[in-house]
């Protein structure tokens, strides 16, 4: 995404993208893509009208320009929806607090995004995507009179099994502390977008994986201390892109394609579980999706699968 290279301080956008961050516990990810979004459209404003924007002035005729602008460039429409998406919660942001009274970019019709099914990894990838962690501190241990250090690769074995176990966002594992799980239950507290919590089972060989995991380490984690740590020793948690460093290089070891991210790891837990007659309903309390619909993708998938299998199957396919 594009932007000013040194845009001009605007307050009610500071505002804003703190909000997001503190009181609906929004991702750095989001609130990085939506300071860059509204940064742009400034940045298209002051080039088109030679002024910043009055956001409390902005007509439905500015802002159906600017769709017209990114059109001419070419933009995709998830990128052009990602934009509008950003100036949406950025206007409901403005009228909870009394500055305007409503959004001019209500009712503005967006091109529809594109139908894409997610990618997913079969069973039998995700095992050796599994196993791959601790095959490569062998392999490694085997290639030289070293020492190695196996945490890290019972840290990764641990956090992938927790990725898929519970179908978890890669932040949510990140986010995770020691009193999140339930050793007796087999049960894991969640915390997932805009701060909600759930509850999610989690299986026997992630818990076991963990707890490998924490007997190595020099110390046993407990209460509000992270369940991944970034170093093997008392400090700073995983963080999602080391962690989508590790993928890579795990993928890689098993041959499966490294430009899959964590997130493939999460559909391939939705995908899995339909697959295996799990009810929609259930999936998506699982995902800790707020709407329904957004599960639904997966049953488009697994059904193209049916599909297939029907075709290539059946005598008068």
């Given at each position: 995404?594009?932007?000013?290279?040194?845009?001009?301080?605007?307050?009610?956008?500071?505002?804003?993208?703190?909000?997001?961050?503190?009181?609906?516990?929004?991702?750095?990810?989001?609130?990085?893509?939506?300071?860059?979004?509204?940064?742009?459209?400034?940045?298209?404003?002051?080039?088109?009208?030679?002024?910043?924007?009055?956001?409390?002035?902005?007509?439905?005729d500015h802002f159906r320009s600017y769709l017209r602008s990114l059109g001419r460039r070419g933009l995709k429409r998830a990128a052009i929806q990602l934009r509008f998406s950003?100036?949406?919660?950025?206007?409901?942001?403005?009228?909870?607090?009394?500055?305007?009274?409503?959004?001019?970019?209500?009712?503005?019709?967006?091109?529809?995004?594109?139908?894409?099914?997610?990618?997913?990894?079969?069973?039998?990838?995700?095992?050796?995507?599994?196993?791959?962690?601790?095959?490569?501190?062998?392999?490694?241990?085997?290639?030289?009179?070293?020492?190695?250090?196996v945490v890290p690769f019972l840290r990764d074995a641990a956090f992938f099994e927790t990725v898929y176990s519970c179908g978890l966002r890669i932040s949510e594992v990140c986010g995770l502390q020691s009193e999140n799980i339930f050793w007796g239950e087999s049960l894991l507290r969640v915390r997932g977008k805009g701060k909600k919590e759930r509850i999610v089972p989690i299986g026997e060989p992630a818990l076991?994986?963990?707890?490998?995991?924490?007997?190595?380490?020099p110390f046993e984690p407990d209460g509000d201390l992270p369940v991944f740590y970034s170093h093997a020793k008392r400090g700073r948690a995983v963080y999602p892109a080391l962690m989508q460093t590790r993928l890579k290089r795990y993928?890689?070891?098993?041959?499966?394609?490294?430009?899959?991210?964590?997130?493939?790891?999460?559909?391939?837990?939705?995908?899995h579980l339909l697959d295996a007659g799990a009810d929609l309903r259930s999936v998506q309390e699982l995902l800790g999706h707020a709407h329904l619909v957004t599960t639904q993708v997966y049953t488009h998938l697994t059904t193209e699968r049916l599909k297939k299998a029907y075709d290539s199957a059946h005598p008068r396919a």
């Open positions: 995404m594009s932007g000013e290279t040194n845009p001009k301080p605007d307050a009610r956008v500071d505002s804003f993208l703190e909000y997001l961050a503190t009181e609906k516990g929004a991702s750095g990810y989001t609130v990085r893509n939506y300071r860059q979004a509204l940064l742009e459209f400034s940045g298209w404003y002051r080039e088109s009208f030679d002024s910043s924007p009055t956001w409390k002035e902005m007509a439905r950003a100036i949406r919660s950025f206007y409901r942001f403005l009228i909870r607090r009394g500055e305007v009274e409503s959004s001019p970019v209500r009712n503005i019709s967006l091109p529809k995004p594109e139908k894409r099914l997610p990618r997913f990894l079969t069973s039998d990838q995700m095992t050796a995507l599994l196993a791959a962690p601790l095959k490569d501190f062998q392999e490694k241990k085997a290639n030289t009179e070293d020492a190695i250090d076991k994986s963990i707890s490998a995991y924490w007997k190595a380490l993928l890689a070891f098993a041959g499966l394609d490294p430009t899959l991210t964590p997130h493939k790891l999460r559909h391939s837990y939705a995908t």
